[in-house]
């Protein structure tokens, strides 16, 4: 049947619109159902934490629970795999860390891309490593730890949230520039690594800020150091390990990303809530808390901010020598 000209050109006219009005309709409906983060991690770690923060904040704004699931295992690849995989809605979101940066060039296989498959969505902040002893451990500056470790070789156990992630790195680093020889003991997470540091199980960790500083605070555990380039404001008066060691830096952060090719609207609407998270009194304050500095960026700066950080963690990882398991 042949259509009357008018009607055709109102139908074309239709046409046309639809993709624009899709996408109208899809940023103003997202989430349209709970939304899910995955952790890389166990419950209680400091990953763990800040992406309860996040999806707290998240949930509250968007009117959609972002319901955490850990997924721990593989210094995170489990979970990063997962989202990798996952349909590109925008309902399955990754809890990014230094740990993916690390592992592209710390597993020689992985069965994903880290850069080229995980869309960059939003930073949220960066935290300081902080070195955590047992309060009945002798060592109560760095070094003094030094000393301590240089006498008795491979008598000092360090525990991290999983191998190759950066408390190990920061960890291996700190051998390597200190000459000392210790040994490494990785956990499916922080939280229990943390748990076996105040039982005296092991001796030292290098902890993210959120893990362990209501220990530290707590006086269940004694910080000696933050492996940042300035003090840290939630412990200003912990030295940092550069006293000791001049240049020695690294540190933790925490972000969110996507399967490739989520719709650039769907980015574009978790990066509005996280950066008005970051400027509002309220979420800073827990940031502050953690030990965390926000990191307001554009999905673009994050991406290009991961790949300068996949670069440096690289030249860190050869250095070490530490290879996966």
Sequence with gaps: MKLPRRQFLHLAAGAAAMPAASVIARAQTYPARPVRIIVG???????????????QWLSERLGQQFIIENRPGAATNIATEAVARSLPDGYTLLLVTAANAINATYYEKLNFDFIQDIAPVAAVMRVPLVMVV????????????IAYAKANPRKINFA???AGGPDHMAAEYFKLVT?????????????????????????????????????????RLRALAVTTSARSEALPDVPMVADSLPGFEASQWYALGAAKNTPADVVATINKEVLAGLADPKLRARI????????????????????DETEKWAKAVKFSGATPG
């Excluded at 309060?135 to 109560?140: E, I, L, Q, V």
């Excluded at 502050?288 to 790949?307: I, R």
């Design 288 to 307: 502050d808390q953690l030990g965390g500095v926000p990191m307001p960026m554009s999905p673009s700066e994050f991406g290009k901010f991961v790949v």
């Design 41 to 55: 991690y166990a419950a209680g770690g400091g990953t763990d934490i800040s992406a309860r923060v996040v999806g």
């Design 160 to 162: 991290s949230g999983g």
């Design 179 to 219: 000459g000392t020889e210790m040994l490494h003991v990785p956990y499916r997470g922080l939280g229990p690594a943390l748990t076996d540091l105040i039982g005296g199980q092991v001796q030292l960790i290098f902890a993210t800020m959120p893990a362990a500083i209501e220990y530290i605070k707590a006086d």
């Design 134 to 145: 047992n309060p009945s451990f002798s060592a109560r500056t760095v070094p003094e730890l």
